[in-house]
RNA sequence: UCAGCUGGCCGGAUGACUGCUUGUCUCUUGUUAUAAGAGAUUAAGAGGAAAGUCCGGGCUCCAGGGAAACAGGAUGCCGGGGAAAUCCCGGCGAGGGAGGUUUUCAUGCUUGCAUGAAGCUGAACCUUAGGGAAAGUGCCGCAGAAAGGAUACCGCCUGGCGAUGCCAGGUAAGGGUGAAAGGGUGCGGUAAGAGCGCACCGCGCAUCUUGUAAAAGAUGCGGCAGGGUAAACCCCAUCCGGAGCAAAACCAAAUAGGGAUGUCUCGAGCAAAUUCUUUGAAUUUGUUUGGCGUGUGUUUCCUCACUUCAUCCGGGUUGGUUGCUUGAGCUUGAUGGUAACAUUAAGUCUAGAUGAAUGGUCAUCAGUGUGCGUUUUUUACGCAUGCUACAGAACCCGGCUUAUAGGCCAGCUGGCAUA
RNA sequence: UGGGGCGUGGCCAAGCGGUAAGGCAGCGGCUUUUGAUGCCGAAGAGCGUAGGUUCGAAUCCUACCGCCCCAG
């Protein structure tokens, strides 16, 4: 990595995320409001969208990408109960769970998949969010980054197939 | 050396590559405000619980938190520590505790031992919301005669009669009920009984001794008095205003140009002016004072502010700054103290994020468990493999509680062995 | 992060010191040609967990666990 990383641009506020969000899910159906994407893996779900001041402008003059990272804590809570219920059940229904560990593990983790996948493939102009599943910590890194590769190829592959209609 | 108990400490180490946040320095750019970007750096970067949010403070706002009463809430053996606390230390009382026992009972037989139960005592140590039950009220289901200044079912005793029983009286030893039956054991006493009398134990009161005190011990007196429950109401003593950093203050931009009150209208005194029917009255203006009203649970009082000519109140989005980390601070030593802790000297600055930094990927070592192999067993060595916790700052401190792999140190008590 | 509240059969719940009422659902029977309705009957809880106070706790006290609501 001889090039120097300018810093990665982080999505912050929620009504951001919700914009990525309702536009990722609506480009099927929509005729051509907002053009976004989504793809699964078993370790995340990454969600990305075309920003609405950004859309009409060629590509070269776009900024550059955003990125947000995201973890509920249900997923913390079923990921908990889930496996250990198997092991030993009377102990989960007296122990609180380290929620915040693992939650904030899980988003550094992603994080830094981010950083090292990121500025080769992100498109200019473009919001991305990686939300975090159950498996996301169980899974080796190299194939959390394999995924992620993948990921942000199908998305694109979506995108410029409706953006340029 | 083994076992038990208590207290304290640590919370894997080193290195490589690559990231993040903050500080400092240099350079560049520049805003509405704050600043932003790049580079450098042998600068720093989670905890003992950061957790639960159970207590106590600091800090901020509520005009002052000032006074009193009421309401509401909290605490509760004694002494000390502490800013304070449902905090800490030391002591007292009560309860528990391996074991011991020349006590009592039961069983067994090897007839003086074993076992079991009860009583007494009791190592280290552990637990303890532990004021007041003669200030008052409530409650004590079922059972039982009776559940609190009581009472008599079966009984026991005496007397009478119409006599395998009934009636009247005495009694509370025995039986029975219950968690609890108005002191316990023994002897005397008696018609039968009873603190009726006596001894011991318990209890209450008084005095003395010890102790700062809680309390302990001794002596004497009292024949015994009305049980339990205050983590039921309550009484007594002491203490307590509310909300919380999403508190609060500020900057800039943009939006909305919103709502309310009102244009004087209360009393008294003083001064001035004007008018009139002139030692008086009315009006106007100014000023002083008072009243009414508003201001954090209620009420009252005090101070303060407002009670008008233009003033007050508000909705409300975005970004940023301050609050924000030097503090009841930390480390080491000395002195005093049983200890908690205090005093003092020297040194030291040690996270400050805000969709929220402190990470990711490995390597070696360490600890420990399992399996295999070598070795005469313990042991030691080698190989393989598993495990290394609980858990993540969010304004900051002091405590408590809960979670926690594994390890280390110290002390106390008991057993065994050796000298 | 701060502030409030609630846990009782499968579900909805009453009880708040004396051995847990009721309804719905489910089960068995009767009624009906069959089903619904109706009637009868039985079963299913130890009161979120663990300590304490009390002779006795679902209830009182303390500590944990889980869930819900409010505040930008």
Same mark, same amino acid.
């Given at each position: 990595m001889s090039f120097s990383l300018t810093k990665l641009a982080m999505i912050k506020k929620r009504h951001e995320f919700l914009a990525v969000k309702s536009g990722a899910s609506k480009v099927? *159906? #929509? *005729? #051509? *409001?907002s053009f976004g994407s989504s793809w699964g893996t078993a370790g995340f779900l990454l969600q990305a969208c075309l920003r609405e001041d950004q859309k009409n402008l060629q590509e070269d003059k776009r900024s550059e990408a955003r990125f947000g990272v995201t973890v509920t804590n249900n997923t913390i809570r079923k990921m908990i109960s889930a496996p250990q219920k198997g092991k030993n059940p009377k102990k989960v229904n007296e122990k609180r769970g380290p929620v915040s560990v693992l939650r904030n593990k899980m988003r550094r983790r992603l994080k830094e998949a981010l950083r090292q996948?990121?500025?080769?493939?992100a498109r200019p102009g473009v919001d991305y969010v990686i939300i975090g599943r159950q498996a996301c910590l169980s899974i080796d890194y190299a194939d959390l980054l394999k995924d992620l590769e993948k990921s942000f190829k199908k998305v694109h592959r979506r995108i410029i197939s409706s953006g340029t209609d």
């Open positions: 099927g *159906s #929509s *005729s #051509s *409001s996948i990121a500025p080769e493939l």
